[in-house]
């Protein structure tokens, strides 16, 4: 099998997210990429197998750059005010290109589910680095039935079922945060 050049991939990328920031996800396939990037359909193909594969491609590298901006954007202080900041952040990336992005993929596609919970484990990491940071934590609210982990993790589940169903805020989960581990 031959290797894949590394810098032809990423133009493919940089070319996918402009076929689909200037004329709509919809644009972004197979053929419009090979035009645009000005290689032979078959080359796309020696790379991505689909348009799924792309967008998939597409929203990894997405997430990625979001996670560490958002590591910057939101300020130090309380676990309950960074959760409450990385909500709103997360909230404004979903409500421009990434929503529609993820929309676009079939949502019970294996893949798709895959790098998305990737993505959420990258959050979780974030969180309970945010957790461990946090010297207002009541001392020994973690037991064995109620870990930090897993505290992160039903964390990110409703933070994503909030950010699915568009809700404006989580005044109710940070009020749970707050009774429960201060």
């Not at 990423?10 to 972004?28: E, H, P």
């Not at 309970?128 to 064995?144: F, S, T």
Request: aromatic share 10%; hydrophobic share 45%; proline share 3%.
């Amino acid at each position: 099998m031959r290797k894949k050049d590394e810098t032809l991939c990423a133009t493919l990328l940089n070319d996918a997210r402009f076929l689909a920031d200037t004329q709509g996800i919809d644009a972004v396939n197979i053929r419009s990429l090979a035009q645009r990037a000005q290689v032979a359909t078959g080359t796309v193909y020696n790379y991505f197998s689909s348009k799924n594969e792309i967008l998939l491609a597409l929203t990894d590298e997405y997430w990625a750059a979001t996670l560490r901006e958002m590591e910057t954007a939101v300020h130090t202080g309380p676990f309950y005010d960074q959760l409450q900041q990385i909500f709103a952040f997360l909230r404004s990336r979903i409500d421009c290109w990434a929503g529609k992005l993820m929309c676009s993929l079939g949502r019970g596609e294996p893949a798709g589910q895959q790098h998305m919970a990737s993505a959420q484990a990258s959050l979780e990491d974030a969180l309970l680095r945010r957790l461990e940071q946090d010297p207002a934590i009541r001392p020994g609210v973690w037991a064995e039935g109620f870990t930090k982990e897993e505290f992160a993790h039903f964390l990110v589940l409703h933070m994503t079922l909030l950010l699915r169903n568009k809700a404006p805020d989580i005044h109710f989960l940070i009020a749970l945060v707050r009774r429960t581990i201060y």
